[in-house]
C-alpha cells in the first residue's frame, strides 16, 4: 500500500485561472512509446481522459440548467480548460497503438482500477456493486484479448505486462439484463463518506469513458466479428454506466455535484502525481492538479456564496488519497471463486436480496428475456472463443500458452451457464 | 402605480394558478385517501377557473395574457421543484407521500393567497379618496402607459371584480390545507400507524442492512486483501459536524 497523501484542498495554492490556458504546442505533447511505457502509466492516462471528459460533459449539464450568468461564466472558463486538459491526456497515447491494443489498456483501467476501490470502500454494500462490475470487465479482457489475438497476432501481455491476469470471469453472455435490473440503492448524501462518493463518481468516470470509446471505434473495423463485439461489450459498459450511476444520491444539487467533480479531479490528479514513474507525464499530472485546485476553490466559494454552504463541512477538510493502480490478482482470484455466479436481482423494494447465486434465480428472472432475445442468433463473446479454437493450431504466436488454457475455462464455464438455460 | 409592475404581477399570478392546477391534477392522481383526492379535484377546478379569471383580468387591463414576466419564470420553477419532490420520495411509507404532496399544497396555497390578497390591497388602495384624482393626472406615469379608453376607475373595479370572484374560495383552500395537514400529521404523531423503520433502507445504501442480507456470497473482511475500513460507512449529519467542529483559535 502506497504511504496515504493528505492536503488541504480548500486552500492549497494552485494556479491562477487566468493563466490556465495553454497553446496548442503546449496542449498537444509529445505522446509514449507503446514498445517501454508502464502498463499503469497508460491506465493512468485512460482514467483521466475518463475523468475530463466526464466533468466537461457535467459541465455542460449543469449550463444548460441555469442562468445565473456568474455560474455560467465559471463553468465556461474552467470547462474550457477541463477541455484542452482532456487534449493533452488522450494525446498521449500514441498514433501507432492499436485500438484493440488500446481497449485491453482500458479493460486493465477498469480491472484494477475497480478491484482497489472495492478493496477500499468502506461502504459494504457499494464494495459488492464494485465486486460485481469487476467480474465483468475482467471477463471483457480476456475476450478482447481473444480479439487482439486472431485480428493482429499480438500478445495482450505486452499491454497488460503480467500486471493482470487474463483469464475468463462471468461469461459476458451473462451480461445482459433487463435495464431494470441494473439499478442500485443510492448513498445517501448526509451521512456517506466522501471517500465512497469519490470512489463512485471515479468509477463511473471511467466506466462512462469506456463505453464512449467502444462505442466510437466499434465502427472502424472491417471484420464483422469485431464489430459485433464491440457492440456486445460496449452495450454492457452501458449497464455499468447506468449501474454505478444509480449509487448517487439524486438529491445532490447540482452546486455539489460539481464541487464533487472538482475534488476527484483533484483526488484522482494527486494519486497520478504520487505514483507515476515517468518524469516528464509526472509533470503534466503535477500542473494539472494545481489546474484542478484552483477549480475547486472558486467553484467551493460558488457553493457558499449560492447555497450558504462549507463544502469543507461537506466533504472534509482533509483529502487523503491512497488509491493507486497496482496488481490485484489474488483479490481478484479470490472474488472470482466466490462471485463468479452471481448475478443481479431487481432493487428489492420488499426488503430481499440484491443479488442471487444463478442457480437460486427464480424462474420468471427478467434478465432470462433479455438474454433470449439479445443472444438469440449467436454471441460474439463466445464466437470469438470458438473461432480462436478453430484457429488456434495453425500458427505459433507469443501468448499461445495463456490464451489457450483461458480459452479452455471459458469453454468450460459456457457449458456450466448453458447447462442452467 | 407603475402600470409595467401590475403586467408583470398578473403574468406571476397567472402563472402560480397555472402550476397550482398542475399540482392537483397531479396529486389528485396519485392519492389514494378519498378525501384528499375529492378536495384536490374540487380545488383543482376552481384553480382553473382563478386561471379564467386572471387571463380576463390581464386582456381588460389592456396586458398580454401570453406575456411571461420574469417573476412568472421564477415562479414557475419554484412550483415546479414543488412538484419534483415527488421524485425523491423514494423510501416513505404511502402516508408520508400523501403528506408530501399536501405540505405542497399548503406551500402552493400560501403563495397563492398572497397573490390575492396583494390584488385586494391594490384594489383597496385605487379607491382611496384622492388616489384616483392623482392617478388620472396626465403626468402620472400609470396614466400615460395605459391603454387609450381605460380608466383608472375601470382598472380598480376589474381589479377588484377579480378578487371578489375568487378571494372566498383562495382562502378555503389555504385554509383547508393547513387544518388538514395539521390534523393528519397529529393523528399520525398520536395514534400511528408508524411507518416501517426500514422503508429508506430498501432505496437507500445503510449501515443497519447486514450485506450478508442482500448478497449470497459477499467478500468478507480479510487482513491481507480486504483490510476492515478504517473508518465507519456513515459519518455524523452536516448539521450535528457543522455544530460539534473544534473552534478554531
Known sequence: MAVPTTLDPWREKGIPLEQQFRSWREIVKSPYSKLDVDAYTRTRIILMNGIEIEAWNFSHQFHRSTDNQEIRALLARTRRVEEQQQITVNWLNPGDQTIIETTIGYEQVAIDMTAYLARNEPDPYVREAFNFGLLEDFDHLYRYSELLDYLEGTDPNTIVQGKTDIIPGRPTQDHHNDPEVRLLKHYEKNRALPLSKLHIMTLLSGEQQTYNYYKNVGSFFTDPLARRLYAEIGEVEEEHVTFYGSLLDPTETMLERQVLHELMEVYNYLHCVQQEPDERIRGIWDQFLHMELTHLQLWAEMMRKYEGRDPAELFGDTLTVDFQFTENKEYIRRTLERQRDVRELPLPLDGGPNWALKDQLPSDWQSYAYQAAVNADGVPSEEIVDRQRREAQRTERPGNDLLERARELAVQFRGATDEKR | ?249
Open chain 2, 1 to 249: 402605480m407603475q402600470y409595467p409592475v401590475m403586467l408583470d404581477k398578473l403574468s406571476e399570478f397567472l402563472m402560480v394558478e397555472q402550476c397550482g392546477f398542475e399540482l392537483y391534477k397531479v396529486v389528485a392522481s396519485r392519492s389514494t385517501t378519498p378525501e384528499l383526492k375529492q378536495k384536490y379535484e374540487e380545488f383543482g377546478r376552481e384553480t382553473a377557473h382563478h386561471r379564467e379569471v386572471l387571463i380576463r383580468l390581464i386582456e381588460r387591463l389592456g396586458g398580454d395574457p401570453s406575456y411571461v414576466s420574469p417573476p412568472a419564470r421564477v415562479a414557475q420553477f419554484k412550483a415546479a421543484k414543488l412538484l419534483e419532490s415527488a421524485l425523491a420520495v423514494d423510501g416513505l411509507s404511502q402516508a408520508e407521500i400523501e403528506m408530501n404532496d399536501l405540505e405542497n399544497v399548503l406551500l402552493a396555497e400560501t403563495k397563492d393567497h398572497a397573490d390575492w390578497h396583494l390584488l385586494s390591497e391594490i384594489a383597496k388602495q385605487m379607491a382611496t379618496p384622492g388616489m384616483m384624482d392623482k392617478l388620472s393626472e396626465p403626468t402620472s406615469q400609470a396614466a400615460g402607459m395605459m391603454p387609450s379608453g381605460l380608466s383608472i376607475t375601470d382598472m380598480q373595479q376589474a381589479i377588484q371584480a377579480a378578487v371578489d370572484e375568487v378571494e372566498d374560495e383562495e382562502d378555503e383552500h389555504l385554509e383547508w390545507a393547513r387544518e388538514t395537514l395539521t390534523r393528519m400529521c397529529l393523528e399520525q404523531a398520536m395514534n400511528g400507524p408508524a411507518p416501517s423503520p426500514e422503508r429508506w433502507q430498501r432505496v437507500i445504501s445503510n449501515p443497519y442492512t447486514p450485506v450478508e442480507q442482500l448478497h449470497p456470497a459477499p467478500m468478507l473482511d480479510d487482513p491481507d486483501l480486504l483490510p476492515p475500513s478504517e473508518q465507519p460507512m456513515w459519518q455524523d449529519s452536516p448539521a450535528v459536524r457543522a455544530v460539534r467542529a473544534p473552534v478554531s483559535g
